[in-house]
């Protein structure tokens, strides 16, 4: 085993102390050291036997250890309170869907999210299986494209259901940064799109008042520019 390898590894509980919260995974003839900090998400005690999913790193003091730990005993998925916040999130498209439609035929509706959510599910779990053989991975761009599309709730599921891009920062943050732009339009969309509308007014307020400063007003170059036309002529 080589600690700083991007592969994952499956190994099985040999020791694990309850009071102090770490213990040790039995991989092959070797004996890797697991703290309860390095598991991702929510988890349960470990259990001797138990198989769990990792990557090797180093610890504060050089010595290898697992990370990005995840629990594969069964019964343990999406947790309860993981489905009660993207049912609230879920609130504020939900409702501005329901605003237009009647201008919008609610099955192609329905069948571009079933579409949108299956790919975007099927994408991560690809990248998943691709991440533990070793393959060329599933471009990052691809699956923030998909999430971007409407697949954000399939995401959320994804992220927790298989352990993938969950403890990533960088990825994280680019994904808060799409959840909270789908809030942010449909909020927008049921208030009239009265945000969008005042954002234009200013920027093109700002615009005006810039072109003004420095003697670029709009309407003085279109004569500028009649007036070298007429004289080449």
């Avoid at 049921?190 to 400063?213: G, M, V, Y």
């Amino acid at each position: 085993m080589r600690a700083g390898a991007t592969s994952e590894w499956k190994a099985k509980v040999a020791e694990w102390d309850r009071a102090k919260g770490y213990g040790f995974l039995q991989c092959g003839n070797q004996r890797v050291f697991l703290h309860r900090r390095d598991f991702v998400g929510p988890h349960l005690t470990p259990r001797i036997g138990e198989e769990i999913l990792f990557t090797l790193g180093h610890d504060a003091l050089g010595r290898t250890c697992a990370r990005n730990a995840v629990s594969l005993r069964k019964g343990l998925g999406i947790s309860f309170v993981s489905l009660l916040i993207l049912a609230a999130l879920l609130i504020l498209p939900i409702t501005a869907c329901l605003k237009f439609k009647p201008s919008m035929d609610p099955r192609w509706l329905g069948a571009y999210a079933t579409l949108i959510s299956a790919l975007t599910y099927w994408m991560y779990s690809s990248d998943k299986r691709r991440a533990q053989s070793g393959e060329w991975r599933v471009p990052e761009s691809k699956l923030h494209l998909l999430e971007l599309l409407g697949g954000w709730p399939a995401a959320w599921l994804a992220q927790r259901r298989l352990r993938h891009k969950s403890s990533k920062f960088s990825y994280q943050a680019t994904y808060t940064f799409i959840v909270l732009g789908w809030q942010c339009a449909a909020l927008d969309s049921l208030q009239d799109w009265k945000f969008t509308k005042l954002a234009r007014e200013r920027i093109a307020s700002f615009a005006s008042e810039f072109q003004t400063e420095h003697g670029q007003d709009p309407r003085s170059m279109r004569g500028v520019k009649s007036r070298k036309s007429n004289t080449s002529e």
